[in-house]
């Protein structure tokens, strides 16, 4: 975060720590920048694979998302993308809210 706030990004972090271990196991993050205030982009939002299943990318998205409000009230909006095969990550942003606003592709030719 130290080296994000040199050109003014700031980061709002979620993370998720298992009980019994302590271990890390869900985290996400959104992105801010005064010079663009109206607009928050989310960036990783990730579940160890053993975490799956249990709500816990909607429950952090959605902590991070109101603490995000908190933090940055001139923000309207909140920026995120994802890919086509990742349905339940594009379930989570359904159920929070999210709609689309574009579609991208990406062509790859395999060398060899």
């Known amino acids: 975060e130290q080296s994000n706030s040199c050109g003014g990004l700031q980061s709002q972090v979620t993370a998720a720590l298992h009980g019994p271990t302590g271990k890390l196991v869900a985290y996400t993050v959104l992105n801010w920048r005064p010079g663009i205030p109206a607009s928050i982009i989310q960036q990783d939002t990730l579940v160890t ?64």
């Open 49 to 112: 694979s053993e975490h799956r299943g249990q709500t816990l990318g909607l429950l952090i998205k959605a902590t991070n998302l109101r603490a995000a409000q908190r933090r940055w009230p001139a923000a309207r909006s909140v920026l995120t993308w994802n890919a086509v095969e990742n349905q339940h990550m594009l379930a989570i942003n359904t159920t929070l809210g999210f709609k689309p606003a574009g579609y991208e592709g990406e062509w790859q030719k395999r060398l060899g």
